[in-house]
């Protein structure tokens, strides 16, 4: 199969990408458990999961095409935040930065005429409007139930009723 060098570099750079959201949301649950946010913390943990298997799937699409993944370094992400809101926000905007990331793929694939990537990319098509909705329902919440203590308690149970266990 015939995938170009300026895809594979975007499907490349689309590993690190997904290797550092990875990551981000391993600081994010973290900063959650030691804040006492165990719900939120459980959530940002499933997603530190499901990052990892973007990153994977992406992993095993190039290497099984003859094309050996580029296994990136990981920057850090931020050691601390400053409220739980402003965590969400900051995993929806880096949602969104992915997706635009994304849709630049899916472009490219159609402009390439290569179809095999362009199929490829459509799962992450659909999973970013799943994730883009999650954050979104999440920060209404806070409009919703208020930033009060209790109105925190109370978002903090919901993210953790929010857990799947279909990361696929
Ligand atoms: Fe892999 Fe949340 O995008």
Redesign the pocket.
């Known amino acids: 199969m015939k995938i170009s060098s300026s895809m594979i570099k975007a499907l490349n750079d689309q590993i690190a990408?997904?290797a550092f959201?990875?990551n981000y949301y391993l600081a994010m649950g973290s900063w959650c458990e030691i804040t006492g946010y165990e719900g939120a913390a459980n959530f940002f943990y499933q997603?530190v999961d499901?990052?990892r298997l973007?990153?994977m799937k992406i992993v095993h699409y190039l290497n099984g095409v003859g094309i050996p993944a580029v296994i990136p370094l990981v920057k850090a992400p931020p050691k601390t935040f400053k409220s739980l809101e402003s965590v969400c926000k900051t995993a929806l905007k880096?949602?969104q930065a992915?997706?635009a990331a994304?849709n630049k793929m899916a472009e490219l694939a159609q402009k390439q005429k290569d179809h095999s990537t362009f199929g490829f990319i459509q799962w992450?098509i659909n999973?970013?409007i799943e994730?883009e909705k999650i954050f979104e329902t999440i920060l209404q919440k806070f409009d919703l139930i208020g930033r009060d203590k209790l109105a925190i308690n109370e978002i903090d149970k919901s993210l953790a009723s929010m857990i799947t266990t279909n990361a696929n």
């Open positions: 990408m997904e959201a990875s997603h499901e990052e973007h990153m880096n949602e992915i997706t994304i992450f999973e970013q994730e």
